[in-house]
């Protein structure tokens, strides 16, 4: 069974940063497109990063790029997401994501519980 769950989320300050981390279960990593997406109040669930299937190459939402980085850590089959320069637009729950095909897209298979992450001003 494929399980994913995140941690890491919480309150911080404008400029600060978080790292989330999603332990997968259930599967290989490689194996599977996994990435990172989020959902703000009233919004559509969007994109942040993704680590494409087998080639491992790794895609940002425009709002994040330069600020946040996606890494896996196969050993512990864990993915992060490295949050810098935090914005309180970046205000989100956070889900991270699976999916067999080779790119991450809100239709993926599996999906986390989510992580709140507040953002103040």
């Known amino acids: 069974e494929v399980q994913l769950v995140e941690s890491g989320g919480g309150l911080v300050q404008a400029g600060g940063s978080l790292r989330l981390s999603c332990a997968a279960s259930?599967?290989?990593?490689?194996?599977?497109?996994i990435g990172w997406f989020r959902q703000a109040p009233g919004k559509e669930r969007e994109g942040v990063s993704c680590?494409?299937?087998?080639?491992?190459?790794?895609y940002y939402g425009d709002s994040v790029k330069g600020r946040f980085t996606i890494s896996s850590d196969n050993a512990k089959n864990t993915v992060y997401l490295q949050m810098n320069s935090l914005k309180p637009e970046d205000t989100a729950v956070y889900y991270c994501?699976?999916?067999?095909?080779?790119?991450?897209?809100?239709?993926?298979?599996?999906w986390g519980q989510g992580t709140q992450v507040t953002v103040s001003s």
């Open positions: 994501a699976a999916d067999p095909n080779t790119f991450c897209t809100v239709y993926a298979e599996h």
């Open positions: 259930g599967f290989t990593l490689g194996d599977y497109a």
């Open positions: 680590i494409t299937k087998s080639d491992g190459i790794t």
